[in-house]
């Protein structure tokens, strides 16, 4: 199935810290955000990706030169700037049913193989990527949850491109994921579970973790 990216990096990266958001640092010579589209760029079934960067920012220098991608602003929430991400495919020309993914640029390590599952999935609803969680967790009150009936979400999320706008224009601020969008407007959504490697880059040591990681993904 054909597909347009959206691939958000206009995040400010409080958590992790230091002069650079974490998508423009570098692992083995290349910036995260690169490593992160070159997992898409060798898809036979992209059309195009929109790189949401942060305001006053251009993009790392070693960004690939690739004719599908274009570049745009995003804004203080993760929220407006995929939804800036979205408009601005549609006015590259894409359309109301076309399928959107957006992927976290702090997401290097995707395997192949998940972007295909999604792609599948695609085809019936909107869906994303999930992992099982390992650890027993429990609540701040002490209430062990029942791991089996929760998951880890990653991404790429994705659906039909009027829907994702839809949900996210129409939705309330704050919310952390597409998927959660897409659920609060009712759009039947699927989770699609996948490989657990595809952590995204959070706290200092995920960048060694990630680098340590690069070549355990196909
Ligand atoms: O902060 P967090 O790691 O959850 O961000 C996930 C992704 O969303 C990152 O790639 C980040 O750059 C992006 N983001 C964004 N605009 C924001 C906040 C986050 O594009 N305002």
Redesign the pocket.
């Known amino acids: 199935m054909k597909f347009w990216l959206v691939?958000?990096?206009?995040?400010?990266?409080?958590?992790?810290g230091g002069d650079q958001?974490?998508?423009f640092l570098c692992i083995d010579g290349i910036s995260v955000l690169t490593h992160t589209l070159n997992r898409f760029l060798s898809h036979p079934d992209l059309l195009g990706v929109q790189v949401?960067l942060?305001r006053g920012q251009s993009a790392p220098d070693d960004l690939p030169s690739d004719s599908r991608i274009q570049s745009c602003t995003?804004?203080?929430?993760?929220?407006?700037?995929?939804l800036a991400g979205c408009l601005a495919l549609t006015h590259r020309g894409a359309a109301d049913t076309d399928r959107v993914l957006v992927h976290?640029?702090?997401?290097p390590l995707l395997p192949r193989a998940d972007i295909d599952a999604l792609l599948q999935a695609l085809t019936q609803s909107a869906a994303y990527l999930v992992a099982p969680v390992a650890d027993t967790l429990r609540d701040h009150q002490g209430q062990t949850l029942d791991r089996d009936g929760i998951h880890r979400v990653l991404t790429p999320q994705g659906a039909e491109l009027a829907q994702m706008i839809k949900a996210l224009e129409q939705g309330p601020q704050g919310l952390?994921d597409e998927a959660a969008y897409l659920l609060q407007a009712g759009v039947e959504t699927q989770a699609v579970v996948g490989d657990g490697i595809n952590q995204?880059?959070?706290w200092p040591r995920d960048l060694a973790l990630a680098q340590a990681l690069m070549s355990e993904v196909t």
């Open positions: 691939v958000p990096a206009a995040g400010s990266s409080q958590r992790f958001p974490k998508q949401v942060p995003g804004g203080d929430t993760r929220r407006d700037s995929v976290d640029a702090a997401r952390t995204k880059i959070t």
